[in-house]
């Protein structure tokens, strides 16, 4: 099955709230999953946001996955090689931070054929724009208005 997936992340004050949106485009229609956390960080929030949406679908599922964090799509397709490789520790020596993250993000999209697309974000792009739209839900009920 074929899904198009778009993602986000979402923080006040980094650390601070967060939450995390996403939009499933797939064969059922459009399907909106957001959530969040009291603490957390920007980057800990947009690899939420690729979990949750890897975890929401079939295993074996065919995924265009657009996100807007740099971060995340070339932490996944490029740095997590040598990370690993190295024992979890960036080219300068220090560890990876969000480890378990990455390790969960990994393992999701061992169970998927994905192929990771970075947009601009808040450029105008509806899926960029409707998943921050999600991302900003999720981490409302964390915020002190």
Known sequence: MKYEIFTDGA???NPGPGGWGVLINGPDGARDLCGGAPST???QMELMAAIEA???VPDGAEIRLVTDSVYVKDGITSWIKNWKRRGWKTAAGKTVKNIDLWETLDAACARHTVEWVW???HAGNPGNEHADALARSGMEPFCNN
Do not use: D, F, R
Request: proline share 0%.
């Open 54 to 56: 890897l975890g929401a």
């Open 41 to 43: 960080t920007n980057n």
């Open 119 to 121: 947009v601009k974000g």
């Open 11 to 13: 923080c006040s004050g």
